[in-house]
């Protein structure tokens, strides 16, 4: 299942979802604001999606993660709009039978949500200075 939301993201009321008896693993990943990149000061971050296309891809990519590792279940959130720093802006949580397909699984999924779904990243800096992230087109625009 993947999921856009706007409010904070609760890792462990997700992680607790994907519990399965016949699951022996979970991988998960979360990805935090932090406060820098490429050496500038990152004061925060805002989000911006096309959440249909990016939920409809990202349910696509989930389900490819599932016929390609042997997962029980798997779920995507990703926040949109502003985030501050220390907020979790993507997690990533797959259950399966052997940690092997888990972890494969988990990675499979957030690399690909990365590069396929629809989710701009603008950052604002401590200098008052902002910027998109890895988005030409965004940034031939501004």
Not at 78 to 103: K, M, N
Not at 116 to 139: F, Q
Request: proline share 2%; glycine share 8%.
């Amino acid at each position: 299942m993947m999921t856009m939301v706007e409010s904070t993201i609760d890792p462990e009321q997700l992680r607790t979802a994907l519990l399965d008896q016949a699951a022996g693993a979970y991988a998960g990943f979360e990805g935090w604001i932090r406060n820098h990149n490429d050496g500038q000061s990152v004061l925060r971050l805002e989000y911006e999606a096309y959440a249909p296309l990016a939920v409809k891809e990202g349910e696509r990519v989930i389900q490819e993660a599932m016929a390609k590792f042997d997962v029980l279940h798997a779920r995507c959130v990703h926040r949109s709009g502003l985030l501050e720093i220390g907020d979790c802006a993507v997690w990533v949580g797959v259950s399966a039978a052997h940690r092997d397909a888990a972890f494969d699984a988990c990675r499979y999924i957030i690399d690909q949500v990365k590069v396929r779904l629809p989710i701009w990243k603008k950052e604002h800096y401590t200098n008052g200075d902002s910027g998109w992230v890895n988005c030409e087109r965004c940034a031939a625009h501004a």
